[in-house]
């Protein structure tokens, strides 16, 4: 199937038709996406779950192309549940972006796939990493990715405030990413949240008459 | 030296553009315009003082984006026009009128332009308004942003806007909006502009840098 599949036309502008999110949060992470997946004009997918495991308590949020992100995120959830085994202890999220940032920057030419990795492990708890095409990587309080994402950087900027709490953050996530998806033709749908602690993982969906409502001009 | 090969600096060839955040609110008894100040050649910045709102009239302003040579020209015309259309009527032009001319020129000469121009002014039929004249449309809308730092701000605006602010709520709206924008638009900073335009006159204001308000990551 073709989860945002981008026809080679488009690649070159570097489309990325979704809008991706993380916070940290004392003793966690929040992530968020939308759920829409086109191909061209037709929304192939209005129900699609950008939110991919790696391992138990470590997310990715996957923009870009869906082969490329699927293939790099396979690859890396079995070096890391390789490594766990060997290391005889849950991973770090650190480990995991690492792993992704290698293989991105590796094959930046091929690829086209922008990351957030994000997770809760025992020595750093909440951590939100950010791999974007071209492969570098940063650990950032909050990340945005995706078409959509532009649209919201400054709401992100005016908004974020460290310290928040768990409920907070996922109220902030699903703002956010409503906003982004009422500005981007690329995103929509629903709104796919998950918050990562160290207790384990609680994911939820916001449906559409349910998202939170702001003014359009 | 690694590839100095032209005997002329790169930005004497690239296109003057007005890279931009611009932004006008509707209030209660007028409008407040804003922009920023920078006009870059490709990577350089030519001039970092820019007044990107230009008056079309005694109570009328015009906001720039784009290519700075385009707007500047589309800016200078309808003053001109509107000068003689002001005598003509014999009292102030509306400020739909003054949009109108604009939209005018956008869209006859829209292939050859690359120009976006927002309108906002008062008149005594309607108070207060702010018009698009992108492409060459001309719609009236509660507030416009414009230009490309406009990206970034468009969930900012449409959390924060509310109807019926007051005058002082749309000028820290705006200068709110200017900043975030300029934190993260390449192409869009150096001071803030305010013009708030109401029955009385208008009246400019310039907020150096260091007065801008900050956020989180600074």
Request: proline share 3%; charged share 20%.
């Amino acid at each position: 199937s073709c989860d945002f599949y981008v026809s080679p036309a488009r690649r070159s502008s570097g489309f990325r038709a979704t809008t991706i999110m993380a916070v940290e949060f004392d003793g966690g992470v929040v992530i968020g996406a939308d759920s829409r997946t086109t191909t061209g004009a037709y929304i192939a997918n209005r129900v699609t779950d950008k939110l991919t495991p790696i391992h138990d308590r470590i997310f990715c949020c996957r923009s870009g192309s869906a082969a490329d992100t699927q293939a790099i995120a396979d690859a890396v959830s079995y070096q890391l549940g390789f490594h766990s085994i060997e290391l005889d202890e849950p991973p770090l999220v650190q480990t995991a972006a690492n792993l992704f940032k290698q293989m991105c920057y590796r094959y930046r030419e091929e690829l086209m796939a922008g990351i957030i990795v994000a997770g809760w492990d025992k020595r750093r708890g909440g951590q939100v990493y950010t791999v974007p095409m071209g492969g570098m990587l940063v650990r950032q309080p909050v990340s945005v990715g995706g078409s959509g994402s532009s649209y919201i950087y400054g709401f992100i900027d005016s908004k974020y405030k460290s310290g928040m709490t768990k409920e907070e953050c996922l109220r902030f996530t699903a703002d956010a990413l409503a906003l982004a998806m009422e500005r981007d033709g690329s995103s929509g749908g629903v709104v796919r949240l998950a918050a990562i602690t160290e207790s384990g993982l609680e994911r939820s969906v916001i449906l559409g008459n349910q998202l939170p409502t702001f003014f359009s001009a | 030296m690694l590839g100095e090969s032209s005997i002329q600096p790169e930005w004497l060839s690239e296109e003057v553009k007005t890279g931009t955040t611009i932004i006008a609110i509707g209030y209660e008894g007028g409008v407040v315009l804003g922009s920023d100040s920078r006009v870059s050649a490709g990577a350089s910045v030519v001039n970092r003082v820019m007044n990107k709102l230009s008056p079309l009239h005694d109570k009328i302003y015009c906001a720039l984006s784009g290519s700075a040579a385009d707007a500047q020209t589309i800016a200078e015309i309808v003053n001109y026009q509107l000068d003689v259309h002001s005598i003509e009527v014999g009292e102030d032009p509306l400020v739909r009128s003054a949009a109108t001319l604009v939209k005018n020129i956008s869209y006859k000469y829209k292939e050859e332009l690359s120009a976006h121009l927002i309108v906002a002014g008062w008149d005594r039929r309607a108070g207060g308004q702010v018009y698009v004249t992108l492409d060459g449309l001309l719609s009236m809308q509660p507030f416009a942003v414009g230009g490309s730092g406009s990206s970034y701000i468009y969930g900012f605006v449409d959390a924060e806007y509310r109807k019926g602010m007051t005058k002082k709520e749309s000028q820290e709206f705006v200068v709110n909006a200017l900043t975030l924008a300029m934190g993260r638009d390449g192409s869009s900073g150096g001071v803030a502009y305010l013009v708030t335009i109401d029955q009385e006159g208008a009246v400019e204001r310039c907020i150096p840098g260091n007065e801008l308000p900050t956020f989180f990551d600074q």
